[in-house]
């Protein structure tokens, strides 16, 4: 399409999706599911998910948009009419996840303003810890709708941020991007050499590489694995549509989702080094939580109190902490936005930059929510169902219909095409598609529904059952009805002359 943008180089469009693949999960996520299943045990456990599942679907994401330049909501309309509402369920889960991501994007900005107060807070492990309860005032359950204006104020700044990186699609991604994936990895190191210079940061470096082989055994290892890997490369989000939507016909997809892919996982070991060699150089290994918000917010800040006696220095290393954060979390951020831009932009024939505006603004409008006294408890329910429930299954239907419906030799050649040294095996790339990937959403699907039906009596935490059903429940089910909602509209909208496109595979 000539009004569509493309990325200047192959290397902003290799930076632009490593952006958007390394998230805030890369640094709390990871490192705590890696202290939970026994360190390298959790590392081996990723890399064979990684290789059997991540690698193949992000190549499948690309290739399918590339060759039909379009977003998720058309691309998936090009492998089937009928197959279309699976674009629509990803791109409206993408719309729910940005609206609370961009406020856990304004709580870093938060901290990262009010980093200062670790100077006055040495040694003070229940100031520190204490410090984001104070300035979001937040309740941790659905009560107060109190909105405290600092965070409101941050809240407004991360949209504007998000919109800023985005206003000219791939264009203005690309030049962001230049910027916002190298400044986390130089940020990364500077903490990395500070951890590990630290006495006791040798046993926080061994807990997370030496294996502990009796955690092979525990099957939440392989179901915490496989969500990390398939939550962590931005696919089923209509991201990577977008982003491979933008890519030229000379690129090297087979070998730039590898560089991706890797690249992902490696800041993720840079991160638990980071984490493990910290907290282990302040005797704190035993209190890494796989909780991202815990962990960042209140269990790290105590952290930072005691890296040394100097308060000046600890509010200097948490302002480097949590401006890395930011340089994580914006990367994905606007990359979800452009995700949902280019697939409805792409749908309705607008302009990506009017559709840009619309989503940030309704966006904007609806994650004030999230930043009230009750906001973290809604946003709580509302990561839950969308990750556990929504974006398992949008996975799951996304292979059954690209692998089952459509003739997977034709995606596998425009995966190899312009390849010289690196090929995708078809038979990797079909049993990872058609039987693997599916095997393991499924798995992880049926052990979230054991884990909420089974074990915890059909309730989410301790949030009252309205509450899960008007932010889980109801949310799921317009995710799903959302592309028969778009038929209708559609359908009404031929009838005042809209003509939609003719999406086909030519080869």
Known sequence: ?????????????????????????????????????????????????????????????????????????????????????????????????????????????????????????????????????????????????NIPAVVLICLVIAWALIFYCIRNGANSVGKVVKFTVFAPVILLLIMAVKGCTMPGAGAGLAKLFIPDLTAFSDPTLWVDAVGQVFYSLSIMMAIMFAYGSYVGDDANVAGDAMIIAFSDMAISVLSGIVMFSTMGGTGMLDKITDSGVATAFIV?????????????????????????????????????????????????????????????????????????????AWLDIVDNWTNQINLILIGILECVAIGWTFNLRKVIVEINKNTKRYKMPYFWFAASVKFISPVLLISLFIWNMITLFGINGGSYGDYPIWAQVVAGWAVSLLVFASGFIAKIVIARKKKKGFVEDEIVWKD
């Open 1 to 145: 399409m000539e009004k569509r943008g493309m990325w200047s180089s192959r290397l902003t469009f290799i930076l632009a999706a490593i952006g958007s693949a390394v998230g805030l999960g890369n640094a709390w996520r990871f490192p705590g599911l890696a202290s939970k299943h026994g360190g390298g045990t959790f590392l081996v456990v990723y890399l064979l998910a990684m290789l059997l599942m991540g690698i193949p679907l992000l190549m499948m994401e690309i290739s399918i948009a590339r060759k039909f330049r379009r977003g998720a909501i058309e691309s998936m309309r090009g492998i089937g009419k009928k197959w279309e509402p699976i674009g629509w369920a990803a791109t409206s889960n993408a719309f729910v996840i940005v609206c609370y991501y961009a406020v856990v994007f304004a709580w870093v900005i938060m901290m990262f303003v009010f980093s200062w107060r670790f100077a006055g807070m040495t040694g003070d492990n229940e100031a520190a810890s204490g410090l984001f309860f104070e300035l979001t005032q937040t309740t941790g359950a659905i009560e107060g709708s």
């Open 300 to 376: 790290y800040p105590q952290a930072i109190v005691n890296l040394t006696g100097n308060g000046v220095f600890n509010a200097i290393f948490g302002a480097i902490f949590y401006l890395m954060l930011i340089t994580l979390a914006i990367d994905s951020a606007f990359s979800i936005v452009e995700g949902i831009s280019a697939a409805v932009s792409d749908k309705f024939h607008l302009k990506p930059k009017t559709v840009t505006i619309g989503v940030c603004a309704v966006c904007g409008l609806i994650s004030i929510v999230f930043v009230s006294e009750a906001g973290l």
